[in-house]
């Protein structure tokens, strides 16, 4: 018997939460949440960033913490540490992690070290430490706030990730409806949809690379605070540094939405089916 679901205002189920952090089509339930409902979630954004989401986050987070470089400049960065693996750095254990937590600040540790790993240098002494003995260090010398170090900046990030990309979607597809709101789209048409919201939606760059300025390796002290690193990041980079790494952002966000709104819609329309036979 399937569990009754409450559906929003568009015809569809909310996201449980925020990333560069995304969240799962989340059913309420008489007596609480569908649990199938948020395997599907998790298993959506577990493959979103085993594929292509890895990839495009080391880009971003590297165009965002080396502010005077392109977007090639960036690749050429990563390819030099450990070749194509480089891209994916940082995914086990800590983007899985991540993946898995989404629309909780626990993910926070997660999004810390993914950063820390990604920017930290792979040369010299302890160059070649493992992700593990990297955290190990990080709560000895700092304890458990270091690993939280850089959440108010993710909190400004979670609030307005997930609202902008399943709302600015939803929008793109009532444009594309017109005047028949009761119109089924086609597949390609909702595809358009979710890629086109997904890219608007990284209008909130700026609290990215505030977030990844308190995040990355050489981060120093003055840049504890949202204060701070805004103030760092204007000095040395001017209001162009806070729009860092906003292409692979776009690509992104763009295929990030594209898997958990299209394709989330996708697995619950079968599902639906599967149980009404």
């Not at 709560?139 to 690993?147: E, P, V, Y």
């Not at 997904?198 to 209008?203: D, E, F, R």
């Not at 990355?216 to 000095?235: K, W």
Request: hydrophobic share 40%.
């Amino acid at each position: 018997m399937p569990v009754n679901q409450v559906k929003t205002g568009h015809g569809s189920l909310k996201p449980a939460g925020g990333g560069e952090v995304a969240a799962s089509p989340i059913a309420v339930a008489k007596g609480g949440v569908d649990i199938r409902n948020v395997a599907i979630g998790a298993g959506l954004q577990w493959f979103e960033v085993t594929t292509l989401g890895q990839p495009f986050e080391n880009m971003k987070v590297m165009m965002a913490a080396h502010r005077n470089d392109g977007l090639m400049d960036a690749c050429r960065r990563l390819y030099a540490v450990r070749g194509l693996s480089s891209f994916w750095q940082g995914l086990v254990p800590w983007a899985w992690i991540e993946a898995l937590t989404k629309g909780e600040y626990c993910c926070s540790p997660s999004t810390k070290l993914r950063s820390f790993e990604v920017t930290r240098s792979k040369t010299g002494p302890g160059g070649q430490k493992g992700t593990l003995q990297v955290a190990a260090e990080i709560l000895q010398r700092d304890g458990i706030r270091g690993m939280y170090k850089g959440v108010n900046a993710v909190a400004l990030r979670q609030a307005t990730n997930w609202g902008s990309r399943f709302g600015l979607s939803r929008l793109v597809e009532s444009a594309i409806k017109g005047k028949d709101k009761e119109r089924k789209l086609s597949k390609p048409q909702r595809i358009l949809s979710s890629i086109i919201g997904g890219a608007l939606a990284c209008w909130n760059q700026p609290f990215e690379v505030v977030r990844v300025e308190m995040q990355r390796a050489d981060s120093v002290a003055s840049n504890n605070t949202i204060g701070g690193a805004v103030r760092h990041i204007y000095e040395t980079s001017g209001l162009r540094g806070f729009y860092r790494g906003v292409t692979p952002r776009v690509g992104l966000s763009a295929y990030l939405t594209t898997v958990m709104v299209f394709g989330g819609d996708e697995v619950k329309t079968y599902l639906q089916r599967k149980d009404a036979r």
